[in-house]
């Protein structure tokens, strides 16, 4: 079939042909930045994307709350659409305060994400995970709060060994967090020693929020997600009691790679960053 004989592609060609020729002006959803971290010894880049008042003359005194984001060249723009529809006064959601938002590129997910090391034949870089926490808490955040206009209220997001990395910070006590948002964590990486962690964890933690997104990953995989993450939630929950804010939620239709869009949406309303 020629291009001109189908109707579908000639307007598909229209379409594209009068965008091209528009001269409105962009609309951006963040910025993109850099910085040198000493701890890491490398330049880490980062995207941040700020709400829609925080320019307005009326909002000028006005402070956010900042959400920190793993794997931030995956999720930025679908975490800023989602927390800009639940926060905007604009659709009057309310769902959650307008919040800054830090995405982080990444340049080492095996090394930055995991606390511990696997034994394996090759030469790894596992096991990085606390010095990446240091650089975001002592580096990145202070960096945040010199350069914007942020309240002390701060929430860590990851997916995966991201969420893996989100729950290790959950039971440091000294964590900058207050809200903790898991997706799908790969706690089968050090799952003893998360066990552990969880029977050791300081009261201190127990006053921040979490919320464990779980996906369904099939018969197969049972074993290795669901009814993982669902042991690591009743020991949590047995330390915690029913006084705090933790919560898991299984999401049937959803496997690991698709979870991410709705957890971010029922994660941050839970969480509510104003907690």
Request: aromatic share 12%; with cysteine; net charge positive.
């Amino acid at each position: 079939m020629s291009l001109l004989k189908s109707p579908l592609l000639f307007c598909l060609l229209f379409v594209f042909q009068f965008a091209s020729g528009q001269n409105d002006t962009d609309i951006s959803s963040g910025k993109k930045f850099s910085i040198h971290s000493d701890i890491l010894d490398e330049d880490r880049s980062f995207f941040i994307s700020v709400p829609n008042s925080y320019h307005e003359t009326s909002a000028k005194d006005k402070k956010y709350p900042v959400l920190i984001l793993l794997d931030g060249y995956t999720f930025f723009k679908t975490t800023v659409g989602i927390v800009h529809f639940m926060s905007s006064k604009r659709n009057r959601n309310y769902f959650m305060p307008e919040t800054v938002i830090v995405a982080i590129e990444n340049v080492d997910r095996e090394r930055d994400f995991t606390v511990t090391k696997l034994k394996t034949k090759r030469t790894n870089t596992m096991g990085g995970g606390r010095d990446f926490l240091k650089f975001i808490e002592k580096e990145l955040i202070p960096y945040i709060d010199n350069t914007y206009r942020t309240a002390p209220v701060r929430t860590l997001v990851g997916h995966s060994l991201g969420g893996l990395l989100t729950l290790n910070s959950y039971m440091d006590k000294h964590s900058l967090f207050n809200a903790y948002l898991s997706i799908d964590p790969s706690i089968w990486w050090d799952e003893d020693k998360m066990k552990n962690k969880v029977e050791a964890i300081d009261s201190a933690s127990f006053k921040k929020s979490l919320y464990i997104a779980t996906a369904n990953q099939g018969e197969a995989k049972y074993e290795r997600n669901k009814k993982r993450h669902d042991a690591l939630y009743a020991l949590i929950r047995k330390r915690t009691g029913d006084q705090y804010e933790v919560k898991i939620a299984y999401f049937e239709k959803e496997d690991h790679r698709s979870v991410p869009l709705i957890a971010l949406y029922e994660g941050l309303k839970f969480l509510n960053l104003e907690n």
